[in-house]
């Protein structure tokens, strides 16, 4: 991603700065919107949860 043209959603904050979609300096993703899921069954903690938004850069 170009991070000069990274448009950041101060409705999503991110600390994710692997992804493709987190907007370099700015602690923010810069998707319109993204999916959340999880990997486990029954999750009970935050560790289950993911963003399935999530692109490695």
Do not use: R
């Amino acid at each position: 991603m170009d991070f000069t043209n990274c448009k950041a959603n101060k409705s999503i904050e991110c600390t994710v700065t692997s992804c493709d979609h987190h907007c370099g300096t700015e602690n923010y993703c810069s998707l319109d919107a993204v999916s959340i899921g999880t990997h486990e069954s029954d999750p009970k903690v935050c560790q289950c949860v993911d963003c399935m938004s999530f692109v490695k850069k």
